[in-house]
């Protein structure tokens, strides 16, 4: 409740929560919808939100006034969509996990949590069944920060299952872990034959500033129509609402924590570019969709007892023994520059080689990337990085970090650790570049 003062005013105006007002205060007007207070709100400050979506919160001093414009019409509850099949449009299956594209603003707690269906996500783009026929499953509801190897598996047989009748798969799915998953979808799925289209939002549907209505509609036009066989992300290309970039699933990024373009291919080009209209522009090149399909195996081994670790001057390398000891069966390192890690400091406790090698010896395959994401590693430029490749570690090319943790997991949940190493630096799902490009732009 707000406090016992606003309590009395809004009793006396005879306004309650969702009436439209007119609030006067410090001499400027402001008009919404009354919010009930959260939570952890001030309860001096009146919290409505204004025609553009965002919600301010008012102080009412001396002077303030507050009048209803309209009576009650927001209900703070979604409607649901109601599926029906229409002649003539593909087939598209909706694999939903949670994260913010399903989430809108709990006004109790002020806070953002997930919804109760996924067919309320898409009642807020009823464009969206003019696109295609939808079916939705949804294995599990969670936050992708909450999320394991195991979550992934079971996306990866929903995925498949999906997939079996379908042109194509969308996977909703909150962004901070969403370039995991993708990257675990991309090897678990071995001879995928269609677009699997993760997708998200960094803004809940219920904000007028939400990215979610571009990304489920560019989505799902990649869904149902796009020419490819590959695990990929669509998300806002800009900041602006022009189109979404479709990113392969080994090669996209989370590079800003609230940007609605916050996701960008890294060593390498998108796969396409695709806008509300369902106008796809392919930017590179991809496996295509077979028509006559072909048998799609799910090949969701994994081991995980594997860690990313990052060099950094005066790191100590001993966290190195810490996972030898923990019965670590890999690491993959972000070293600097090309692959660098300290190899011959002034104080030689904090030299790495010693560790990586009984680190290899020890059984344990070891990876190493770069820090500087675009780019290469490459073991042979440099007399310290020779070094560090004599010890047996692996030099992952042009992977990412991420991306490198999660193929070295699914390697040795599938193969052998000799097979696994031999396999690491080689290109299985588009995670390698055979050539960097001077601009990928």
Same mark, same amino acid.
């Given at each position: 409740?707000?406090?016992?003062?606003?309590?009395?005013?809004?009793?006396?105006?005879?306004?309650?929560?969702?009436?439209?007002?007119?609030?006067?205060?410090?001499?400027?007007?402001?008009?919404?919808?009354? &919010?009930?207070?959260?939570?952890?709100?001030?309860?001096?400050?009146?919290?409505?939100?204004?025609?553009?979506?965002?919600?301010?919160?008012?102080? &009412?001093?001396?002077?303030?006034?507050?009048?209803? =414009?309209?009576?009650?019409?927001?209900?703070?509850?979604?409607?649901?969509?109601?599926?029906?099949?229409?002649?003539?449009?593909?087939?598209?299956?909706?694999?939903?996990?949670?994260?913010?594209?399903?989430?809108?603003?709990?006004?109790?707690?002020?806070?953002?949590?997930?919804?109760?269906?996924?067919?309320?996500?898409?009642?807020?783009?009823?464009?969206? !069944?003019?696109v295609a026929n939808f079916k939705v499953v949804s294995p599990m509801r969670i936050a992708s920060e909450d999320m394991t190897y195991k979550n992934w598996q079971e996306i990866a047989r929903a995925v498949a299952k999906a997939l079996s009748d379908s042109h194509g798969v969308m996977v909703t799915h909150g962004t901070d872990t969403m370039h995991y998953t993708a990257?675990?979808?991309?090897?678990?799925?071995?001879?995928? #034959?269609?677009?699997?289209?993760?997708?998200?939002?960094?803004?809940?549907?219920?904000?007028?500033?939400?990215?979610?209505?571009?990304?489920?509609?560019?989505?799902? /036009?990649?869904?149902?129509?796009?020419?490819?066989?590959?695990?990929?992300?669509?998300? /806002?290309?800009?900041?602006?609402?022009?189109?979404?970039?479709f990113m392969r699933g080994t090669k996209v990024r989370k590079l800003h924590t609230t940007r609605r373009d916050a996701f960008r291919s890294v060593n390498g080009r998108p796969i396409a570019r695709v806008d509300t209209h369902g106008n796809i522009e392919y930017m590179d090149e991809s496996r295509k969709r077979r028509s006559e399909g072909g048998r799609m195996r799910?090949?969701?081994?994994?081991?995980?007892?594997?860690?990313?670790? *990052?060099?950094?001057?005066?790191?100590?390398?001993?966290?190195?023994?810490?996972?030898?000891?923990?019965?670590?069966?890999?690491?993959?390192?972000?070293? +600097?520059?090309?692959? /660098?890690?300290?190899?011959?400091?002034?104080?030689? *406790?904090?030299?790495?080689?010693? /560790?990586?090698?009984?680190?290899?010896?020890?059984?344990?395959?070891?990876?190493? +990337?770069?820090?500087?994401?675009?780019?290469?590693?490459?073991?042979?430029?440099?007399? #310290? !990085?020779?070094?560090?490749?004599?010890?047996?570690?692996?030099?992952?090319?042009?992977?990412?970090?991420?991306?490198?943790?999660?193929?070295?997991?699914? =390697?040795?949940? #599938?193969?052998?650790? +000799?097979?696994?190493?031999?396999?690491?630096? *080689?290109?299985?799902?588009?995670?390698?570049?055979?050539?960097?490009?001077?601009?990928?732009?």
């Amino acid at each position: 409740m707000y406090s016992r003062e606003i309590e009395a005013l809004l009793q006396k105006k005879g306004i309650v929560p969702g009436d439209t007002v007119r609030v006067v205060s410090n001499r400027k007007s402001f008009e919404g919808v009354l &919010l009930p207070r959260p939570e952890f709100g001030d309860q001096d400050a009146l919290v409505i939100k204004l025609k553009n979506g965002y919600n301010i919160g008012l102080e &009412l001093k001396r002077g303030s006034k507050i009048e209803r =414009l309209q009576r009650e019409k927001e209900s703070f509850a979604f409607p649901r969509v109601k599926l029906e099949k229409k002649e003539g449009l593909p087939d598209v299956a909706i694999v939903s996990t949670g994260g913010t594209i399903e989430s809108k603003v709990d006004y109790v707690t002020g806070a953002v949590h997930m919804l109760v269906e996924p067919e309320e996500m898409l009642a807020q783009v009823p464009e969206i !069944l003019d696109v295609a026929n939808f079916k939705v499953v949804s294995p599990m509801r969670i936050a992708s920060e909450d999320m394991t190897y195991k979550n992934w598996q079971e996306i990866a047989r929903a995925v498949a299952k999906a997939l079996s009748d379908s042109h194509g798969v969308m996977v909703t799915h909150g962004t901070d872990t969403m370039h995991y998953t993708a990257a675990a979808l991309s090897f678990m799925l071995e001879g995928v #034959n269609g677009p699997v289209v993760l997708t998200g939002a960094q803004r809940s549907v219920d904000r007028g500033s939400s990215d979610a209505f571009m990304n489920l509609l560019c989505s799902a /036009h990649m869904a149902a129509k796009g020419n490819v066989a590959e695990v990929g992300i669509c998300m /806002h290309a800009n900041a602006s609402d022009s189109y979404c970039n479709f990113m392969r699933g080994t090669k996209v990024r989370k590079l800003h924590t609230t940007r609605r373009d916050a996701f960008r291919s890294v060593n390498g080009r998108p796969i396409a570019r695709v806008d509300t209209h369902g106008n796809i522009e392919y930017m590179d090149e991809s496996r295509k969709r077979r028509s006559e399909g072909g048998r799609m195996r799910v090949v969701p081994g994994y081991e995980p007892r594997v860690a990313l670790l *990052k060099f950094y001057p005066n790191s100590d390398p001993e966290i190195i023994d810490f996972y030898i000891d923990r019965g670590y069966k890999g690491i993959i390192i972000e070293g +600097t520059g090309m692959g /660098h890690v300290a190899v011959a400091p002034t104080d030689g *406790k904090l030299s790495w080689l010693g /560790h990586i090698k009984r680190a290899v010896e020890s059984g344990m395959v070891v990876g190493m +990337t770069s820090q500087c994401l675009n780019g290469r590693v490459n073991a042979n430029v440099y007399r #310290n !990085l020779r070094l560090i490749s004599g010890t047996g570690a692996v030099y992952c090319e042009d992977m990412l970090p991420e991306v490198a943790l999660v193929k070295l997991g699914w =390697l040795l949940g #599938n193969h052998k650790r +000799t097979e696994a190493a031999n396999l690491l630096a *080689k290109n299985i799902a588009g995670e390698i570049t055979e050539r960097t490009e001077i601009d990928w732009d």
